[in-house]
């Protein structure tokens, strides 16, 4: 069954807002992780944040998780026309090398 | 170097006929993976070969077999093709005890 659910679905943004993408998900994780999506293209890893830590940061993405209310959220700040893609999390239960990801959430950043 | 390769990219075909999508990973990865898209864009695994053997297999019809003849590679053979397999199939590899995947470019199946 479906384990990560994105918020919002769709995004618009102007270059140099940022972007807020929301993931609730059920289930006990191990990690979770983001993924990015350009159209037609695989799925790129962007960042991975285990059960026992809160805050992450790369480059202009920032990852939080709330194990309590199992959500995570990305920002990705100062956005640029390049990060027009969609994006997805995914979580992996540990033992297992199983990923389960969301829905995605399109975001669209106008130049 | 291309890390997760695919072959071919699109793949149109009829129903009924059987057709195969080769992946290949140069990562040394132990572990890989096949993925559907659906229209939606809902990624789902299908299997999970860790060094030539089955470790995860999702609910997948029969006619859907993975073959992994080493490590670096892991085919998708799909029997008697129907409509609703229509997607985009997605290769990945990872590293035993690293949890990020690495996807190749996807596979567009068409059958009509």
């Known amino acids: 069954s479906q384990q990560g659910e994105e918020d919002p679905q769709a995004l618009s943004i102007q270059e140099g807002e940022n972007a807020t993408m929301n993931c609730s998900y059920k289930t006990s994780i191990n990690n979770l992780q983001w993924y990015r999506q350009n159209s037609g293209r695989g799925l790129v890893h962007l960042i991975l944040i285990r059960s026992n830590e809160r805050e992450k940061h790369s480059g202009r993405l920032r990852v939080t998780l709330d194990t309590s209310k199992k959500s995570s959220s990305l920002l990705i700040t100062a956005s640029r026309a390049a990060d027009t893609a969609s994006y997805f999390c995914?979580?992996?239960?540990?033992?297992?090398?199983?990923?389960?990801f969301g829905k995605g959430t399109k975001l669209t950043v106008n130049p | 170097d291309t890390a997760v390769s695919q072959t071919p990219k699109y793949l149109v075909t009829q129903m009924g006929n059987d057709k195969s999508i080769k992946c290949e990973q140069n990562?040394?990865?132990?572990?890989m993976y096949w993925y559907k898209q659906d229209s939606k864009k809902f990624l789902k695994i299908m299997f999970s070969y860790n060094n030539k053997e089955l470790i995860i297999n999702e609910t997948v019809p029969n006619r859907f077999s993975p073959k992994s003849p080493d490590k670096a590679h892991l085919n998708l053979h799909i029997n008697s093709l129907e409509l609703g397999d229509s997607a985009v199939y997605f290769c990945?590899?990872?590293?035993?005890?690293?949890?990020?995947?690495?996807f190749g470019p996807g596979t567009r199946l068409t059958v009509t």
């Open positions: 995914a979580t992996g239960a540990g033992g297992s090398e199983k990923l389960v």
């Open positions: 990562l040394g990865h132990d572990t």
């Open positions: 990945a590899s990872s590293q035993d005890g690293v949890y990020e995947q690495y």
